[in-house]
């Protein structure tokens, strides 16, 4: 059975300051990969994907994520962060198809500091 | 891509009453999931709901409590029965469509008073 590991339930970086958020995953079956992000209030929107293409995966409001095989990680940076970034960020994982069942991380809530 | 409409976006239920949470999808689509996220927590798998066969429910939730429909290709309800505080959640309908991302309905937020 797949699951995921996310580092840090909340993260405070400083505006401007690169963001990083971590996510181990486990499956028994090459993984495909997901950030969310949830505004508060607010459904789930994607930020970006892996499907076992290209490793260094590029999302919407710059951020990106590289999916690493022998750490089994798939953890979310931005180069910087801006006060509207803030937000609750989740890492999925699904098995080996799209179409299959998605199953979250607990999520890490990041915070921008002015 | 596919749109999806649950009804009702939110409802406050008495304790011991049930609630018929509606997803309506555009499109066909072989697998339907309902997730529940409770206050400040992450999105967990209740079940799969398959068109013409019973739910697959994921350890921790059963029939009894979140019976589940699916009559077609298109739609699914989840029921909350036998309701406590507990149940206090929002829940969601999603599809995943072949090689391509999940979608997500805006949720149910349920109060259970």
């Known amino acids: 059975a797949q699951s995921v590991t996310q580092l840090g339930s909340h993260v405070s970086v400083s505006e401007g300051a690169l963001v990083l958020l971590r996510c181990n995953y486990s499956s028994s079956v090459p993984p495909y990969l997901f950030w969310y992000v949830q505004y508060p209030n607010q459904g789930l929107q994607l930020l970006l994907k892996y499907t076992s293409a290209a490793t260094l995966v590029k999302g919407i409001n710059g951020f990106e994520a590289e999916f690493k095989k022998s750490e089994t990680s798939f953890h979310l940076t931005k180069p910087s962060a801006h006060m509207s970034d803030a937000a609750e960020y989740f890492c999925?994982?699904?098995?080996?198809?799209?179409?299959?069942?998605?199953?979250f991380g607990s999520g890490t809530r990041l915070s921008i500091r002015p | 891509s596919a749109v999806i409409s649950q009804k009702p976006s939110r409802d406050i239920c008495q304790r011991g009453t049930s609630l018929t949470i509606q997803c309506q999808v555009d499109s066909q689509v072989t697998m339907m999931f309902w997730y529940r996220q409770q206050p400040g927590q992450s999105l967990t798998l209740i079940a799969t709901?398959?068109?013409?066969?019973?739910?697959?429910?994921e350890s921790g939730f059963v029939i009894d409590k979140f019976p589940i429909s699916r009559p077609n290709l298109t739609f699914s309800t989840l029921t909350v029965s036998n309701m406590s505080p507990e149940d206090s959640s929002i829940y969601l309908c999603?599809?995943?469509?072949?090689?391509?991302?999940?979608?997500f309905g805006q949720g149910t937020r349920l109060t259970v008073v």
């Open positions: 999925a994982v699904s098995e080996g198809s799209s179409a299959s069942k998605i199953i």
């Open positions: 709901a398959n068109q013409g066969s019973e739910a697959t429910y």
């Open positions: 999603s599809v995943a469509l072949p090689n391509t991302e999940a979608f």
